[in-house]
C-alpha cells in the first residue's frame, strides 16, 4: 500500500469512530510500518499527514499521541461535526420543499425581471418586499406598517444591526441566563456585556428585570418570547403584556428573535405587538424555508430606521436584491405556506421520537419544536456526557453553549432533531439514552 494518504484516512476513521481516543499513543513509526506492510519513509509521511489535519500530535522523547478535539474558534452552534450524527445544528428540510420552490423561480428567467432582481439594493429593500413579508408576518400576528421594515442578508445580521443601534460600546444587554449563543459572539464583537435576567417555566421574569435595571441601568434587552431556544418555552399572553408594560415604564428597548415562531401557529402575538414602540421584531427564512435563502428582516421603530440601516450599511449586510426578489414571489404563490405547514408536521412528528425514545429523562420539549432541553441524570456533567456522545459518533451541544452568566452551567444539554432522517434520529437518541443510564463510569471504557 504506497499511497500514504489511504493509509492516514484509515487512522483518521479509527479516530473519528472513537477506536483511537484523544491520549492514544501511536506505534512508533517502524513498528506502524511493519503493522501495515509499508515503507519506513511512507509511515514517515502518515504521520506527517495526520498531524497537518491537527489529528495527532508528537512529543519530543515520548511519540505521537491522539490530539482531542481543539475549542472551536466560534460559538458552539457554528459548524456541523464532520461524520457524525448532527443533533448540533437545527436546518430543518421539509420533504419535498424544492418541488414546491422550483415554480417561483421560473419568473425570474425572464432578462428584464432578473435584470431588476439583480441592481443593488438598501437596507429597506423595495416597496413590493416591504409589502410581502409584511403580510408574512401578519400570519403571526397584526400586520406590521410595512414602512418599518428593513432587510438584512440573515436574521443573525438584523439582530447585530439592532444590537449596535440600541447599545453602546460598553453598555449593558439583558438576556435570558440560557441564551441564543450567536448572541454571546455578537456581544463580544460590539463590546457589550451580557446581563442575565432569571426565568420560570414561562419565560423571562420582569420583576427581575427591573431590580437589575435598577442596580446598574440597562440599555436594552434580548429575548426569544416563542419556543424559546434552547428550552423550548413559550412566554404566555399574560407574561408577555407584563413585560411590555416593564419595558415602557423603565424605558427600555428590546430585540424580539421570532426566528422560531412560524412552527407555533396557536402562539400568542408577538412582545412586538404588546409595545410596538418598543420592541424591533427580528425573523428570516433560513428556518422558515431553507438555509440557503438567508433574508433577515427587522420590524423598528421609526426613530430608530436611522440607525439600524446605517449599522446594515456599514456592515455590508443589507439583503440582496436577488434573494428578496425570491422570496416576494414564494410568499405571493403560497409556497411559504405550503414548506411552513410541512415543516409544522415534520417537526411535530420528531417531537413524538424524542418524546418516546427519552420518556423517564427529565425533558422540556414543546410538542411544536425541533430541539428539546434534557436535563442529564445525576453523576454526569455535560461537557462528560458530549464528549461520551462524541465517542459513538453523536454531536449534541452542552449548556454552556447557552450560558450567558459567569457562573457554572447546567449540567444538561440540547439535542437537535431536524438534521438527520427520522430513523437515524430514533437509533441516535436510543444511543443516547443508553449512555445516559449507564453513567459515566460506564462510558469510560465505551
Not at 448532527?86 to 432578462?111: I, K, M
Request: charged letters at 20%; one cysteine or more; hydrophobic letters at 50%.
Amino acid at each position: 500500500m504506497d499511497d500514504y494518504r489511504t493509509v492516514a484516512d484509515a487512522v483518521a476513521a479509527d479516530i473519528a469512530a472513537g477506536r483511537l481516543r484523544p491520549g492514544d499513543r501511536l506505534a512508533p513509526q517502524r513498528a506502524f510500518a511493519r503493522r501495515h506492510g509499508i515503507a519506513n519513509s511512507t509511515a514517515i509521511r502518515v504521520y506527517a499527514e495526520l498531524a497537518r489535519r491537527g489529528l495527532v500530535v508528537g512529543e519530543v522523547g515520548r511519540g505521537t499521541f491522539v490530539r482531542a478535539a481543539p475549542p472551536a474558534d466560534g460559538p458552539a452552534l457554528a459548524e456541523p461535526a464532520p461524520q457524525r450524527i448532527d443533533l448540533e445544528l437545527n436546518h430543518p428540510v421539509a420533504e419535498g420543499q424544492s418541488r414546491l420552490l422550483a415554480p417561483g423561480l421560473a419568473a425570474l428567467q425572464r432578462p428584464d425581471v432578473l435584470d431588476a432582481a439583480l441592481r443593488p439594493l438598501t437596507a429597506a429593500g423595495t416597496p413590493g418586499a416591504r409589502e410581502a413579508f409584511a403580510e408574512l408576518l401578519a400570519r403571526g400576528g397584526p400586520r406590521p406598517d410595512p414602512g418599518r421594515l428593513l432587510f438584512a442578508g440573515n436574521g443573525r445580521q438584523a439582530i447585530a444591526a439592532a444590537l449596535t443601534a440600541l447599545v453602546p460600546p460598553g453598555g449593558r444587554l439583558a438576556v435570558e441566563a440560557l441564551t441564543y449563543p450567536v448572541v454571546k459572539a455578537l456581544a463580544a464583537r460590539l463590546g457589550i456585556s451580557l446581563v442575565p435576567v432569571p426565568s420560570d417555566e414561562y419565560g423571562m421574569l420582569p420583576a427581575a428585570l427591573a431590580e437589575l435595571h435598577r442596580t446598574a441601568p440597562l440599555h436594552a434587552l434580548y429575548t426569544q418570547p416563542t419556543l424559546h431556544n434552547p428550552l423550548g418555552v413559550t412566554m404566555p399572553d399574560g407574561r408577555r403584556a407584563e413585560l411590555a408594560d416593564t419595558l415602557g415604564r423603565l424605558g427600555l428597548h428590546a430585540v424580539e428573535d421570532a426566528v422560531w415562531g412560524f412552527l407555533a401557529a396557536d402562539a400568542p402575538p408577538p412582545l412586538a405587538a404588546y409595545a410596538p414602540d418598543r420592541v424591533v421584531l427580528v425573523d428570516s427564512l433560513s428556518k422558515r424555508l431553507a438555509p440557503g435563502l438567508t433574508v433577515g428582516v427587522a420590524v423598528t421603530r421609526r426613530e430608530l430606521s436611522a440607525p439600524v440601516s446605517a449599522a446594515l450599511r456599514s456592515a455590508g449586510t443589507a439583503a440582496s436584491g436577488f434573494a428578496l426578489a425570491v422570496a416576494c414571489r414564494w410568499i405571493a404563490d403560497g409556497a411559504v405556506d405550503a414548506v411552513v405547514a410541512a415543516k409544522r408536521r415534520d417537526a411535530a412528528a420528531r417531537a413524538r421520537i424524542a418524546a418516546e425514545r427519552l420518556a423517564g429523562f427529565s425533558v422540556t420539549a414543546d410538542p411544536r419544536a425541533c430541539f428539546c432541553w434534557w436535563r442529564l441524570p445525576g453523576g454526569w456533567r455535560a461537557d462528560t456526557f458530549v464528549a461520551a456522545a462524541a465517542r459513538h459518533g453523536i454531536a449534541v451541544t452542552p449548556a454552556a453553549a447557552f450560558a450567558a452568566g459567569r457562573g457554572g452551567a447546567p449540567h444538561a444539554v440540547r439535542i437537535g432533531l431536524a438534521s438527520p432522517s427520522p430513523q437515524v434520529l430514533g437509533e441516535a437518541l436510543d444511543v443516547l439514552a443508553r449512555i445516559a443510564r449507564g453513567g459515566p463510569e460506564d462510558n469510560c471504557a465505551d
